[in-house]
């Protein structure tokens, strides 16, 4: 039966006000405490399951289970991530509660994401604790990046990674993990798959492992003929192409113990690409993009009995080359190259009670542009943009505290950043919970954050201002949890209050967010099922702005997701919706609510045998995820990509 816009909105209301009675329903018959030293974490490689309790180590840099951290979580595990074979990371992201992107396209076009009201230049990605991502854009390039050579995604919703981890986790933390930081055992894996625009992806991992090592090292080969971009291409006389795009992807993963005490280990995820473009005004229709991104850290771990010492190095890069394959002198076009490298030094300390965090961290930023066109055409050679300083340095040190009890968790975090360009920004997080009932927890947390401005914001011809100020938000959060043997659901209500914002290089603009959010997790013997809701707030509060008390741009004030899944030892299938309410452009267009329905499964036809398929948008919905500058970008109707995975054990 297939659902109106109109009623799969009421469907979704209807799956929400159940969920809360059958929520209210457990906490009256709760009766009996269950000790937290009690807990176990499930690990089953066989079935894909709603895991509900797991550790994940974003949201406190240490390993925490989730009933015990303060803010909002989500960890996006290896058997999930199964489901999403051929795809990248945006297209993970965007199937999770409370998250919605915008896209220039299909696979490998430009993206962006919206978490909490905040865009991705606001929310932190790191790789294996390195940060990731454009200094001259300041977003990441997660539509880059293959989910294959991933191990894991945890996801920390909200401000409160602001003082663990410094700028720009206004919005929250994304943490991707290298596949192969978890080896259970040695195999070899190849994996081939196909899919519609003539989608076709080959891969092989090959993990080894001992009782004093473990290793991993896998490759991967991506490409599609995509589809046109541009939904209104008539409008424009130029043939309209289709834009493929193709990768190559590798993870590296070794672990090492060299003593009881002692470890080591290395990780890297790389990712070389091209993607098909339109350019801007459309005039070179087979202009295109070559893209190389990825991140490398390295590390030295040390244990006694009450402390644990790491010291880490790592790099990431960013580099983008754009060819207009038209154009009159043919040129290699404009180039953006970012390097991040960072060096960090931390202990975590038992203190009996509780654990406290203290370490020190160093972060170089270099960015080297070329050809760069500037905004009074688009001359042809392109017009040199020059970007002074190209570099910067930041000297942070933090310092936190974590305590979790049978009735009550504890976190405090306060972290100093010195950066060359803006002087010092501290930042400082506090967070409580108690548990009145067994099985439930109330909580509150309160976070200070701020974004440092991107090289584009201080030294962009005609937009310049080399005295720009961080952006800042303070954000409080209250929450209601109840978490069973069956289900983890959880009520979060959250105000932002954010100033000095860049806009036409100047801090002059402000907003405020509010917020409401769901998530209900269900695992029931053979069945799967749950949902997220979010209600979002977010409005612009710029004294005098024309939009002064509009909503936010890409920002839906109602978004949400059900699914229902179904599963045995030999195969498993899940069927999920994904709603999102109208949102306005920046340049105030309107977008239609949409409603996308996906479905995946897996056979295992023998034991070492897998079969894999996902179909997405299976009513052939037609939405748009973007507009700007005229053009209203495309997005792919029904599709679909079936694997085989063959393992040697």
Same mark, same amino acid.
């Given at each position: ?414 972290? /100093? &950043? ?5 002087? @010092?920004?501290?930042? %400082? =997080?506090?967070?409580? !919970?108690? *548990? #009145? ?98 209600? /979002? &707030? ?5 004294? @005098?702005?024309?939009? %002064? =008390?509009?909503?936010? !741009?890409? *920002? #839906? ?93």
């Amino acid at each position: 039966m297939l659902l109106s816009r109109s009623s799969s909105s009421t469907y979704l209301r209807c799956s929400i006000l159940s969920v809360l009675g059958l929520l209210s329903i457990n906490t009256a018959m709760a009766v009996t405490p269950v000790s937290p030293e009690l807990d176990t974490v499930t690990d089953n490689n066989e079935l894909p399951q709603v895991e509900l309790d797991k550790i994940v180590v974003t949201a406190t840099r240490t390993p925490t289970k989730t009933s015990n951290v303060i803010a909002q979580t989500r960890v996006i595990n290896s058997e999930e991530l199964q489901r999403y074979r051929g795809q990248t990371v945006t297209d993970v992201l965007k199937n999770q509660p409370g998250i919605n992107i915008t896209q220039s396209g299909g696979m490998g076009t430009a993206s962006n994401f919206y978490m909490r009201g905040f865009d991705s230049k606001q929310v932190l990605v790191i790789i294996d604790g390195i940060r990731y991502g454009s200094i001259s854009l300041g977003s990441p390039s997660l539509n880059l990046l293959s989910a294959d050579q991933i191990d894991r995604i945890e996801i920390l919703y909200g401000a409160s990674g602001s003082s663990i981890y410094g700028s720009d986790a206004m919005g929250g933390v994304i943490q991707i993990f290298t596949k192969g930081n978890n080896v259970e055992q040695s195999n070899v894996s190849t994996t081939v798959g196909y899919g519609s625009n003539n989608h076709y992806q080959v891969g092989i991992t090959g993990q080894l492992k001992n009782d004093t090592s473990s290793l991993s090292l896998g490759v991967s080969r991506n490409e599609t003929d995509g589809f046109n971009a541009i939904a209104n291409s008539d409008s424009y006389d130029f043939n309209a192409d289709d834009d493929g795009f193709k990768s190559t992807n590798a993870s590296l993963a070794l672990q090492h113990k060299l003593s009881d005490s002692l470890s080591a280990g290395i990780s890297a995820l790389y990712t070389d690409s091209t993607t098909d473009i339109d350019s801007a005004g459309n005039a070179f229709p087979n202009a295109y993009s070559d893209q190389k991104n990825g991140s490398a850290n390295a590390y030295l771990q040390y244990k006694t009995p009450l402390t644990v010492s790491k010291l880490s190095y790592g790099q990431s890069i960013d580099k983008s080359t754009s060819h207009d394959a038209n154009s009159i002198n043919y040129q290699e076009g404009s180039q953006y190259d970012t390097t991040q490298e960072q060096a960090r030094l931390e202990t975590s300390i038992n203190a009996r009670p509780g654990t406290v965090i203290v370490g020190a961290e160093w972060l170089s930023q270099k960015l080297d542009a070329s050809d760069v066109l500037d905004f009074s055409g688009f001359p042809d050679p392109a017009v040199q943009t020059t970007y002074n300083p190209d570099d910067r340095t930041v000297k942070s040190a933090f310092v936190g505290y974590q305590l979790s009890e049978y009735y009550y968790d504890l976190q405090a975090n306060y972290r /100093l &950043d010195d950066n060359s360009q803006y002087g @010092n920004e501290s930042t %400082y =997080n506090l967070g409580a !919970a108690i *548990r #009145p009932l067994a099985g439930m927890r109330i909580g509150a947390n309160y976070a200070t954050g701020f974004r440092a401005p991107t090289f584009n914001d201080l030294y962009w011809p005609g937009f310049s201002n080399p005295n720009l100020k961080p952006e800042k938000t303070e954000n409080t959060e209250v929450f209601v949890e109840y978490a069973n043997e069956a289900q983890t659901s959880r009520l979060t209500g959250y105000y932002t209050d954010a100033e000095d914002l860049i806009s036409n290089a100047t801090n002059i603009s402000e907003a405020k967010i509010k917020g409401l959010s769901l998530t209900s997790d269900w695992n029931m013997n053979a069945f799967i099922f749950g949902l997220g809701y979010d209600y /979002l &707030d977010a409005k612009d509060k710029t004294a @005098n702005s024309a939009s %002064y =008390n509009q909503q936010l !741009a890409y *920002r #839906p004030k109602n978004s949400g997701m059900v699914y229902v899944g179904y599963q045995q030892p030999t195969f498993d299938v899940r069927l999920e919706a994904k709603h999102t309410d109208n949102r306005v452009t920046a340049e105030n267009n309107k977008l239609d609510s949409y409603t996308l329905l996906n479905l995946s499964g897996a056979v295992y036809i023998n034991p070492n045998l897998r079969a894999n398929l996902r179909v997405d948008n299976i009513t052939d919905e037609d939405y748009t995820l973007a507009s700007q500058f005229g053009n209203e970008y495309a997005t792919e109707g029904t599709s679909y990509f079936g694997s085989l995975t063959y393992d040697w054990y």
